[in-house]
């Protein structure tokens, strides 16, 4: 019963986001921590962040985590396939169909009226993840440099990932030795 459960919470939350992985945190959050209780939310920002730097799509990373957690490997195929099938019925439909809706007005506008929420949908969770995340206006500098430097200087992720899990480690270091 556990498989068709997680199946249908991940396919309602494949189903019912649009915006990609980040617009989809705050309802797996709702999902999976509140409602269900299958990870704690400590699990949850843990499991973001893995997610986020594992390849591949971050939604499917977090269903195939949580389905590990939940019932192994298997759970893993139930999780994922339910937050990748609603994509790709909608998709599939879409391309069964464009031709007939890439010059409506209506179309065009009702996807035009989706983008401010989309900015919205993936808002929340961000500013969500900082305040649980502890980030404060000091340590607010951070994330803000990484974008500019993406942004501004063209600096890939790449580096700014490894960058950041360095400066992670040097830190834990000297914070576990000023604590000895």
């Known amino acids: ?3 068709l459960t997680s199946f249908l919470t991940f396919f309602k939350i494949g189903l019912f986001t649009f915006g990609g992985g980040y617009a989809m945190i705050s309802l797996i959050e709702r999902e999976i921590v509140e409602k269900k209780k299958w990870i704690t939310r400590e699990e949850f920002l843990d499991l973001l962040a893995v997610s986020q730097s594992a390849p591949g799509v971050m939604s499917v990373n977090v269903s195939i985590f949580v389905g590990y957690k939940l019932k192994g490997n298997t759970g893993s195929i139930f999780c994922a396939l339910g937050t990748i099938l609603p994509s790709f019925i909608i998709i599939l439909l879409i391309a069964m169909f ?61 580096y700014i990932v490894l960058t950041a899990g360095i400066g992670g480690i040097v830190y834990g270091y000297f914070q576990r030795k000023n604590m000895k």
Do not use: C, H
Not at 98 to 108: A, D, L
């Open 1 to 3: 019963m556990l498989y």
């Open 98 to 158: 464009f031709s007939y809706f890439k010059e409506n007005e209506v179309v065009e506008r009702i996807f035009k009226g989706i983008r401010p929420a989309i900015v919205a949908l993936i808002a929340v969770p961000v500013i969500n993840m900082a305040k649980a995340a502890g980030i404060s206006y000091r340590t607010a500098i951070i994330p803000i440099a990484a974008a500019l430097l993406i942004w501004v200087f063209d600096v890939s992720p790449v």
